[in-house]
């Protein structure tokens, strides 16, 4: 008779697949809570203290730590002086090992106290399956409950599982514990205050055709399935497969919309910098004050929202002003979600990417960024500075209106590739200077790209870092610009503040910067 080893955290299935290794032949031998839910379930298990002829002692710790387990799952069977060894020791060979492992990372994710936290760390658990998934020539290991279903199909097929399957499952045991003693290793790092090891941890999402360019190989892998505003966990509604530059565009989008909590917003991106933004009373005027900032950047870019989109607004969206005359050609929407009838709407459009994206709070994250040879990593740069009058640094003091299109601003500029500059009028960006090699060369851009709108005066500035010269607020102030926000903490900062009093300019200091490489 064939035995079976069974001791899971997890029992979802256990009894029906236990039920059905019983059918095939197995004897299943079976641990603490598990042997009680299998036998109220009807499977005749028996106890692990029947196979190694000693109680479990120390509070469960210690009970498959034993010989009589680790030598009937490591011995190999046709080896000659492993099969003498094992009899003279009246070792019983174990065929399968079911064993899935304590929730340690639940554990942590909902705050235990570190004693708790250390007695959710498996150890004979990892030691059965690392035991079995070595010997897996012989021994079946499963690990996941939603390999059950086939390892039954093949024993009842087959007599047994294909070597094929035992290789695979081994390879899915070792990532297992290297992920479970990599869970445990960064939390006990960080008890201890030690940093000098980084490990990542990752799921494959889905293969990209290519990276930038068609000659790059890319993947896309998630390291966290429950993050807001997170393309590892959205939803793809409609569409071609998103390729290396879209997730790029598309992440730099959500991070953007993640500014805005409560007020409807909309915009339009590309190469991971905003080409038009807006904020409205809702979504259909912050979507027509977005497109009409920069109708000509938005072609083959990416819109994004924090508002579900309706009927009204997937024609708006679809056709320039809502002339079906006018399509306009985009890559991918994002939104919160879709009705219906803006799906119905958009299916005519088969190629377009529609995703869905959850809303909620963000925890502070790490970024990494790789250089040759290693990593760099940070805080993501989640925090900004709500801009209230108290921020003015000069005489003259900003009126509502421009108080909010300062601090509508600021939540657009830290997003934008530094140099930055954006100028803004009621609540839309008129113009965006990015990734330029001097500052006054981005407030050229953006304001030349503002006038060219026929917007020439009214406008309101953000920087994502300080003015070193009073060059840029002086080009600024002779082309329209009636207030300022940037971070302040320049030596020759009395030079611009002397400067914005002299023209009755308000200006802000946040006292933060928001560089972007």
Avoid at 46 to 61: A, K, N, Q, V, Y
Avoid at 128 to 156: C, F, G, Q, W
Avoid at 190 to 209: H, M, P, S, T, Y
Avoid at 415 to 420: D, F, G, M, R, T
């Amino acid at each position: 008779m064939k035995r079976a080893l069974v001791s899971v955290t997890d029992k979802t299935g256990v009894v029906d697949f236990c039920k059905g290794l019983e059918e095939c032949g197995y004897e299943i031998v079976s641990t603490g809570g598990t042997k009680k839910v299998l036998i109220a379930g009807g499977v005749k298990a028996i106890d692990i203290s029947d196979i190694t002829g000693f109680p479990e002692i120390l509070d469960g710790r210690v009970k498959t730590l034993h010989p009589n387990v680790h030598g009937g799952l490591l011995a190999v069977r046709d080896l000659e002086s492993h099969v003498k060894q094992v009899k003279e020791h009246n070792i019983e060979y174990i065929d399968l090992v079911c064993v899935n492992l304590y929730a340690f990372k639940k554990t942590i994710e909902r705050g235990a106290q570190f004693a708790e936290a250390i007695e959710n760390i498996d150890i004979g658990g990892p030691s059965m399956l690392r035991s079995a998934a070595k010997n897996h020539k012989y021994v079946t290991v499963v690990s996941d409950i939603n390999d059950y279903d086939r390892v039954l199909k093949e024993i009842k097929e087959f007599g047994d599982t294909k070597y094929e399957t035992r290789l695979e499952l081994a390879a899915k045991v070792y990532t297992l514990t290297a992920e479970y003693d990599t869970m445990i290793a960064t939390y006990m790092r960080e008890k201890a205050g030690l940093n000098e090891k980084l490990f990542i941890e990752a799921d494959l999402v889905q293969g990209l055709r290519y990276g930038e360019n068609p000659h790059q190989e890319a993947k896309f892998y998630a390291t966290d399935k429950n993050l807001s505003y997170s393309l590892a966990n959205a939803k793809q509604i409609q569409g071609k497969e998103l390729s290396y530059n879209n997730i790029q565009d598309a992440n730099a989008a959500l991070n953007i919309v993640r500014e805005f909590k409560d007020t409807p917003f909309a915009m339009g991106l590309k190469h991971m910098n905003p080409c038009g933004a807006a904020i409205g009373k809702d979504l259909k005027e912050a979507w027509l004050k977005a497109y009409e900032s920069d109708p000509v950047s938005i072609f083959g870019g990416i819109v994004a929202t924090n508002q579900i989109i309706d009927l009204e607004a997937a024609n708006l969206i679809k056709f320039a002003h809502g002339d079906k005359k006018s399509p306009i050609f985009l890559e991918v929407i994002l939104a919160p979600g879709f009705t219906d009838e803006a799906l119905a709407a958009f299916s005519k459009r088969p190629d377009l990417r529609l995703i869905e994206f959850k809303l909620g709070q963000y925890p502070k994250q790490k970024q990494y960024v790789t250089v040759n040879g290693g990593l760099l990593v940070q805080d993501q740069d989640t925090e900004i500075k709500e801009i209230k009058d108290d921020m003015t640094v000069t005489s003259c003091k900003p009126t509502s209106q421009q108080l909010i299109d300062l601090d509508f601003g600021w939540k657009i500029v830290k997003h934008v590739k530094s140099n930055a500059i954006v100028v803004v009028k009621n609540g839309t960006t008129c113009g965006v200077g990015a990734g330029q090699m001097n500052r006054v060369g981005a407030a050229k851009i953006a304001i030349e790209e503002a006038h060219s709108r026929g917007v020439k005066d009214g406008l309101v500035l953000a920087s994502d870092a300080f003015f070193p010269f009073a060059d840029t607020l002086q080009y600024g102030i002779d082309n329209g610009v009636v207030a300022v926000v940037q971070p302040g903490g320049s030596k020759k900062d009395q030079d611009s503040i002397d400067l914005a009093n002299e023209k009755n300019v308000p200006m802000l200091f946040t006292g933060m910067r928001h560089f972007k490489h």
